[in-house]
């Protein structure tokens, strides 16, 4: 099945700091660009659309960052959970010291001075930190958790869309290539049609103003040639950048125009799935256990907690004289007042909670109409691709009578342009309406949350 962007290729992005990334709002810009990586070779790579999105699940800007937005949040779980576990540490010092007897109070008999010293002191000691109990830091790591869980599904949806961009990339370029190949194809039509109608002519079999009127046309022919192949090499360097391939590598594109499948599954299944599959809405749902376990840390607050610490190590003057030493203390703390600070918090918890549970209730309406619109896009682009399939062959057919009657002498060459301009716009509505069926069935798997399961790389070098 053909990959498809969610929306146009040059669709601006929601903002970075929204929590998912919404497949049906267009593509973000990071996802429209690679990290170049290798050096760039003389002979041209050849290109299939399997090596375009295997390059660019390695290579790929966005889903670059989103990877390292899971390490991040990996890094934040265990910034929390360091706050459940022991804390050990390790030291060894000697000292060399002098001592006021009276500047602590020590009484002395009379004659004694207060200095005391010099002398040496030895420490070796071990101590320990341990939480026993603490509500607060136990939901701290919960929310942290349910955000590394977040991060995870975002991983997926990016690489779900890196395989939906890449792949719709390479067949804009396999469509830019058909348009041009088809103007080509145009222009050695007219090339002929001049030639034709010139040597007519000079046979005195027509007037001058038809053969102006097919030069006119060569050149509109000669004109649309170099749009097209203007168009079809800027689409190869968007194809270039997305993948992260090495700057100035040339390449040619080795798989021909894809033909999707149609959906096999209904609109009420394709929903169903969705809300299961979907990484994206996936996320958000993990995004408002976070914040629920954010809330409850901040209502803990008020919470005692019962912490331990102890040490155990060995002191002397010397180390052949030291000896063991240990102390163990307990600490039950029991917040009183704290000026306020909890219930602000509390506030900005019940915010964050509300935007959260607002966002996936969004989100899963925003799966509702996506799919629906895609199955409407797909039945629509259906029809399309049968109508232009079908005025294709009428177009060439029209072009061909029309020669036969321009040759025969019974019609001007008035025909025979009409006929041509009529198989350039039939070409351009069938390479169109081809285009947008693919875009259609491939958004159905992008709101699946299926791409990279449905079409990857296969054993045998193409995509499923």
């Known amino acids: 099945m053909l990959l498809a962007a969610a929306g146009a290729a040059h669709a601006q992005a929601p903002s970075q700091a929204s929590p998912t990334l919404r497949t049906g709002q267009g593509v973000p810009a990071p996802f429209q660009g690679g990290v170049p990586s290798g050096a760039a070779t003389r002979e041209p790579l050849s290109l299939t659309m399997a090596d375009a999105i295997g390059r660019a699940l390695e290579h790929n800007l966005g889903l670059l960052t989103t990877e390292d937005g899971l390490d991040r949040a990996r890094g934040a779980r265990w910034l929390a959970l360091a706050s459940l576990l022991p804390a050990v540490n390790g030291s060894v010092a000697e000292s060399r010291r002098v001592i006021n007897l009276k500047a602590f109070g020590f009484p002395r008999p009379p004659g004694v001075p207060p200095i005391v010293g010099p002398f040496n002191v ?144 209904s609109i009420e299944e394709a929903l169903d799935r969705a809300y299961k599959t979907r990484p994206d809405y996936l996320a958000s749902l993990e995004w408002v256990r976070a914040a629920e376990a954010a809330r409850q840390a901040v209502v803990d607050e008020r919470m005692p907690s019962v912490r331990v610490t102890a040490d155990y190590g060995t002191i002397g003057l010397t180390v052949p004289e030291s000896h063991p030493t240990f102390s163990v203390v307990g600490g039950l703390s029991v917040p009183i007042f704290n000026g306020g600070r909890t219930s602000g918090r509390l506030l900005e918890a019940d915010a964050d909670l509300r935007s959260r549970r607002a966002e996936a209730e969004d989100l899963k309406a925003s799966i509702y109409y996506d799919m629906r619109t895609a199955f409407l896009d797909v039945e629509a682009s259906s029809q399309q691709l049968r109508v232009a399939t079908r005025a294709q062959d009428l177009a060439a057919q029209q072009l061909t009578q029309a020669r036969d009657r321009f040759a025969a002498g019974v019609a001007s060459n008035i025909e025979v342009v009409q006929a041509q301009e009529a198989v350039a716009a039939s070409s351009e509505q069938y390479i169109a309406a081809l285009y947008n069926y693919d875009v259609s069935n491939g958004l159905i798997t992008l709101n699946l949350g299926e791409m990279e399961e449905t079409v990857r790389p296969s054993p045998g070098g193409g995509v499923r």
Do not use: C, W
């Not at 939901?139 to 975002?154: D, G, M, P």
């Not at 719709?168 to 370029?173: G, P």
């Not at 103007?183 to 007037?207: I, S």
């Open 122 to 265: 030895f420490d070796a000691r071990l101590s320990l930190s341990q939480a026993v109990l603490d509500f607060e830091a136990i939901n701290k790591h919960r929310a942290e958790a349910h955000n590394v869980a977040a991060a995870r599904y975002l991983v997926k949806t990016a690489r779900d869309l890196v395989v939906s961009v890449a792949g719709n990339t390479y067949v804009l370029a396999l469509a830019a290539s058909a348009r041009a190949e088809s103007a080509r194809a145009q222009l050695d039509t007219a090339r002929a049609l001049f030639a034709q109608v010139t040597d007519m002519k000079q046979g005195g079999l027509v007037a001058g103003i038809d053969v102006l009127r097919a030069e006119v046309q060569l050149d509109t022919q000669r004109q649309r040639v170099t749009a097209a192949e203007n168009d079809f090499e800027k689409g190869k360097l968007q194809l270039a950048h997305a993948i992260g391939l090495p700057l100035g590598q040339p390449f040619t594109l080795a798989d021909p125009f894809p033909v999707a499948a149609g959906p096999d599954i």
